[in-house]
């Protein structure tokens, strides 16, 4: 009896018995290659994809239920279209995405594949998470950003003391500590724009800026995290650029305005996809690099921010309940165009291309903003060659929607 039970142990494990070898080869414990998420459009249908080698993405709720179908003892577990949900419901999920990127871990490029696998270039990329409920960005977490502040071109703030104490409820500083606490603002949804769509300088603003972010996002509901737990409720990695007017608000009134300087349309650039935490060994041992137009403007690494990740997680959750899809942007390293002699700024036609070791490369044109549009170009008679004029004078690759002739 005790060898029969043995060997029925035995078997169990390495997946022998029927059902055994069905779920060994669909619930595995580990995965064959690193993947990332995103959010996608084909045809019209929007879906929660999970990407391999960046090229490859892979409709998950298709293949999942092909591989429930073809594994009738596999339990039933639908996957959710959307991000926020998969983000909460990851520990449950996260087996069988790893089967699903098992499966296909080794499917051509060409048409031998499944249909819910499609080429990256052939579908719509849109933010990963659509939207964060809460988007915090930390200002000046750079030691070097700091230094190079007093260069950057916009109306002085208020003079501020460059003592810090503790700030109780929130931050708590340790003996010897001699960083400045932590400092989050807010950008609205509005300024979320997927990797490939335009940043659009606005009307009378010359003073637009980069910075190329680490983002970190929340995996779970998390208030009142200690430091030490902090990693359990961080979901993955993004990349975001907080893009940045400098031009001021033409008076000083209250110090800083965050809407102003961080706020505008499209000035949160975030993706292009979402990489689950499993697969960042260090997240403060990472390169990052930003190029406009092809000119490396920022080169440094996460290893310099002043507050980490975790310490980030901690300090905001000391302030209001991080949500499951919540992204915190970690801060810009030196290397922005306003500290630049002379300054540089973004112009319609740069290309702004932000990239962190390991997490992606999130690319984006910059166009200017629309002009109104003129009454006898919203004319139903007006064709797209007549209109193309009012388009190139906008400095703006953006086409109007156009009535083609009959």
Known sequence: ??????????????????????????????????????????????????????????????????????????????LPPDMKELIGRYAGLKQRLYAIANKLADVPSGANRPTYVHDLKAIKVLPPIMYPETLLNAAVNYEEHAREGPRIQQPAAAAQSEESTSAPGLWERKPG?????PYLFLKPRSTVIADGEAIRLPLGRARIDWECELAVVIGQPASRVPIERANDYIFGYTLENDISDRGGRGDQRHGSDWLVGKGHDTFAP????????????????????????????????????????????????????????????????????????????????????CTIEGVGTLTNPVVGQL?????????????EPEVAPVIAEAGCRQRFPVVAEE
């Open 1 to 78: 009896m005790t060898r029969l039970m043995a060997l029925i142990a035995a078997c169990a494990l390495t997946g022998c018995l029927a059902g055994g070898y069905l779920l060994a080869q669909t619930v595995p414990a580990q995965v064959r290659e690193p993947f990332k998420l995103g959010t996608f459009e084909h045809q019209g249908r929007r879906f929660v994809g999970l990407v391999l080698r960046d090229t490859l993405v892979i409709d998950i709720a298709t293949a999942n239920a092909t591989l429930e179908r073809d594994n009738p003892s596999l339990a039933k577990l639908p």
């Open 177 to 181: 500590d001699t960083r400045h606490n």
């Open 270 to 353: 975030l993706g292009p996809f979402i990489v689950p935490k499993e697969f960042i060994k260090d997240p403060q041992q990472l390169g990052i690099k930003f190029t406009l137009s092809g000119e490396v403007m920022q080169d440094s690494s996460t290893a310099r921010m002043t507050h980490n990740v975790y310490e980030l997680l901690h300090y905001a959750s000391n302030i209001l309940t991080l949500q499951p899809g919540d992204v915190i942007a970690t801060g810009s390293p030196a290397g922005v165009g306003s500290a630049r002699t002379p300054p540089v700024f973004m112009k319609p036609g740069d290309v702004a291309v």
């Open 371 to 383: 002009p109104d549009i003129p009454e006898n170009v919203k004319e139903t008679n007006r064709t």
